[in-house]
């Protein structure tokens, strides 16, 4: 490697074949780097690699693309000769990034880079996973291979909610086809990280268990039509149909209560506490005296005896 120089543009190739990180028009931080580099210009340099057709970029794409965006004549570089090994001079170029945040589009990008470069499987795990921020096992370089055959959109969405490669792991058993058509519902629906994943987790639980296609089982619960709420209602309603059935009881009870004496019935969402909060809201001695008279007929005492059954 040789030492740190001045490199007019002009003779650094503009391909990105070794890039890993995301372009900047996807980076978070782009208009602080443009900030940056427009009052101090480039100060970390890039690095690039002697090969037959000129300067090779191996790390600093974003850099790069600020400074000919910003009209700049030469940037600071690093150059590794070209008997220098590729793989080795991107491998150290990413342990440059091991502190930073990364996501799993990148690391995806990462491993794909690797294996257009030929390195063998076993050289990834020692040399690239650590880089990447994780363990050198092979069952993650796995893991990676296996997500690198989802849908492009469905990489992008759980690369934008920030999901970590093992909150990912329940995405591999879908099909490709699948996994495009729930990267659909979960866009249109607006669903957050933990909500896909509950999304997935109910669908999968019910297919299986109801032996249905997934695609059958989006139809048939009228997320394909755009009814979102509704749709998320009755797969609730599918995959705990006993719990549903408790819910809506005390709800009937609730309303009961309401209509007889304007009493609030309250209880424990997850059904785990065995008691009920009965309120009263009320703007008179009077209205205390009917709301209490309602509340000891044997119509209160049935609905309350119906919630009480069902905790």
Known sequence: MTAERLVPLREIARGRDLAYRDELALCPGAELLRASVRRCGVLQPVQLQQSASGLRPVAGFRRLEVAVELGLDAVPARIGGPAEETFALFCRAVEEHVNQPINLRERLRALAVAEELGAPPSRVCAELLPA????????????????????????????????????????????????????????????????????????????????????????????????????????????????????????????????????????????????????????????????????????????????????
């Open 132 to 311: 990447l921020g994780l363990a050198a096992e092979l069952h993650l370089l796995d893991d990676l291979r296996g997500l690198q055959a989802l849908p492009a959109a469905l990489r992008d969405l759980l690369a934008s909610k920030g999901f970590s490669l093992k909150r990912c792991l329940p995405f591999l058993r879908l099909s490709s086809d699948d996994g495009a058509l729930l990267c659909e519902v979960a866009r249109r629906l607006g669903l957050g990280g933990r909500p896909i994943e509950e999304l997935l987790a109910s669908l999968l639980e019910v297919a299986a268990r109801d032996q249905v296609p997934l695609r059958s089982l989006l139809a048939e619960l009228g997320f394909l039509e755009g009814s979102g709420g509704a749709a998320l209602a009755r797969l609730r309603l599918r995959r705990y149909p006993e719990a549903s059935r408790r819910q809506r009881t005390l709800e009937q009870a609730a309303d009961a209560l309401a209509k007889l004496a304007g009493a609030s019935l309250r209880w424990d969402p997850a059904l785990a506490s065995e008691t009920v909060e009965l309120s009263l809201r009320v703007r008179s001695v009077e209205a205390l005296r009917r709301s209490l008279e309602a509340l000891g007929s044997e119509t209160a005492a049935r609905a309350l005896e119906r919630a009480l059954e069902e905790l």
